[in-house]
């Protein structure tokens, strides 16, 4: 790093802040170097503990056969991605930061401004899709109507055109040009953020870039959930449980998500630097505990049992025999929130099969049904003519 480069360059520390100083100085005013490197190594420490969790229930859900096949569950992948990026990243920012004992280059301050950005950014607007697909899902199993979860492929589009939308925002604060107002900045000297710097940018960046992050979905899923609860869209308590671990999942957003942000951006105005090393690790336990969320799933559950037990992929369940006997209807109902098909990617063949597999066996039942009604009905006609 060089000393003669202004972002990176600690202009004012602290204890250095006075009356005179403006709202953008108490945003860069940073605390000594011993404390910074503590920061840092505590960052390290932390996110490391968070990325093996995370990377263990990821690789579970995608080296399992059934829990791939769930497409729920590829929102689950798709919204993990970016947490373990945004960490993974982390860790090789604070460490190349604690071998200099500063932040390292500008270089880097730029790859963390986008990482960052790209990571809330991508969590936000995920959740808010999740959220729709959910109260869609409520919707239909309200007013009795199919409905069609949807497929992997389906899933991957509106996720990967989510990715795209948050790495062109959080490509923002790199573009450096004069009239563009937004800039990377340093956060008390140890974060690396788009930060205002004078009165146009605040405009900007609280009118067009925060909306654009994360304002317009938190609204989105706010009106989501005021919705499902003014309309009383949410199942039985005994038919909740799955579906509450999605519901969780958006819960979360606002648990973790929104007091980091406000944390980072806001408090860093007149609190201390302590504040905003919390909010920024507030931030990264978000995907540790969305993972632990994940867990309570009984598919993703089973699937992390068997990563850590090398016991191999979980057998493929979902087409039951055909053993030529009349049994339980149930056997032909895929697992579901609300009795409704979860989003098993099958192809139409396979649904229409299944469909007319259904179809004889009720046919077969009501055929049972006839005989036996006919035979009672014979029984009682011979029962008069004795009499």
Not at 216 to 244: E, N, V
Not at 245 to 261: K, M, N, S
Not at 347 to 371: K, P, W, Y
Request: with cysteine.
């Amino acid at each position: 790093m060089s000393s003669d480069d202004e972002l990176l360059d600690i202009q004012v520390r602290e204890w250095e802040l006075g009356p005179n100083n403006t709202v953008f100085d108490n945003l860069k005013a940073a605390p000594s170097d011993e404390i910074l490197h503590i920061q840092w190594m505590l960052y390290i420490t932390l996110l490391a503990i968070a990325a093996v969790f995370m990377a263990s229930v990821f690789c579970a859900i995608l080296l399992d056969k059934k829990c791939r096949r769930n497409s729920f569950n590829t929102y689950l992948l798709y919204l993990t991605a970016p947490d373990l990026a945004f960490t993974a990243s982390c860790i090789i920012t604070c460490s190349l930061n604690v071998s200099t004992g500063a932040f390292y280059s500008d270089a880097s301050c730029t790859y963390q401004s986008f990482y960052c950005v790209f990571a809330i950014a991508s969590s936000s607007w995920l959740n808010a899709i999740l959220a729709w697909q959910l109260h869609k899902m409520l919707y239909c199993s309200n007013r009795a109507i199919r409905y069609h979860p949807p497929t992997r492929f389906r899933v991957s589009v509106q996720s990967l055109s989510v990715y795209a939308w948050s790495g062109f925002v959080a490509s923002w604060a790199a573009w450096g040009a004069d009239w563009w107002p937004i800039r990377n900045g340093l956060y008390s000297g140890v974060l690396c953020l788009p930060m205002p710097y004078d009165q146009t940018s605040v405009i900007f960046f609280y009118s067009v870039f925060a909306p654009c992050v994360f304002v317009i979905p938190l609204l989105y899923i706010s009106y989501i959930t005021f919705d499902t609860l003014r309309h009383r869209l949410l199942p039985p308590l005994k038919q909740r449980k799955t579906l509450m671990i999605f519901f969780r999942l958006v819960l979360i957003y606002f648990v973790f998500w929104l007091p980091a942000i406000l944390i980072t951006f806001v408090g860093s105005n007149w609190l201390s630097s302590w504040w905003g090393f919390t909010g920024g690790a507030w931030a990264h336990l978000q995907g540790a505990a969305s993972a632990a969320v994940c867990l309570v799933k009984p598919d993703v559950w089973d699937a992390c049992r068997r990563l850590i037990s090398f016991k191999g992929d979980t057998p493929d369940t979902t087409a039951p025999e055909n053993t030529g006997k009349l049994g339980s209807l149930d056997n032909f109902r895929s697992d579901s929130f609300l009795g409704i098909h979860e989003g098993d990617d099958d192809d139409e063949e396979e649904e229409e099969a299944r469909t007319e597999q259904f179809s004889s066996a009720v046919s077969a039942r009501e055929v049972n049904n006839a005989t036996v009604d006919s035979v009672t009905k014979a029984f009682e006609l011979v029962e008069e003519g004795n009499s």
